[in-house]
Nanobody, 124 residues
Framework: EVQLVESGGGSVQPGRSLRLSCAVS????????MKWVRQVPGKGIEWVSS????????YYQDAVKGRFTMSRDRATNTLHLQMNTLTPEDTAIYYC?????????????????RGQGTQVTVSS
């Protein structure tokens, strides 16, 4: 059974930081590209960042580039998203997601599996 379990969300003031984590089980990193996506209620899912199945080079959407850092711990099957200098526009439910490698969906919001999400609220 595939499970992706996010944690680390919360409410912070603008300019502060949060670190999200995603515990992955039942899904090998070697055959799936991993990503973070987010969704504001009432709006579509937005791609945030990705890591390919083989490479550890992360990719980011322009709005978070330079502020967010995605990483992977292969020993513990865990993903992280370090989010710095948060703004109110970052407020959303953040989901850890996986898509089969070589699907052509590394850099978009499509996925085969997704976690239950963790709420991030940035407000003064």
């Amino acid at each position: 059974e595939v499970q992706l379990v996010e944690s680390g969300g919360g409410s912070v003031q603008p300019g502060r930081s949060l670190r999200l984590s995603c515990a992955v089980s039942g899904l090998p990193f070697s055959t799936y590209d991993m990503k973070w996506v987010r969704q504001v209620p009432g709006k579509g899912i937005e791609w945030v960042s990705s890591l390919g199945s083989i490479s550890d080079t992360p990719y980011y959407q322009d709005a978070v580039k330079g502020r967010f850092t995605m990483s992977r711990d292969r020993a513990t099957n865990t993903l992280h998203l370090q989010m710095n200098t948060l703004t109110p526009e970052d407020t959303a439910i953040y989901y850890c997601a996986a898509v089969r490698r070589w699907s052509g969906d590394l850099l978009n919001s499509n996925f085969d599996f997704r976690g239950q999400g963790t709420q991030v609220t940035v407000s003064s």
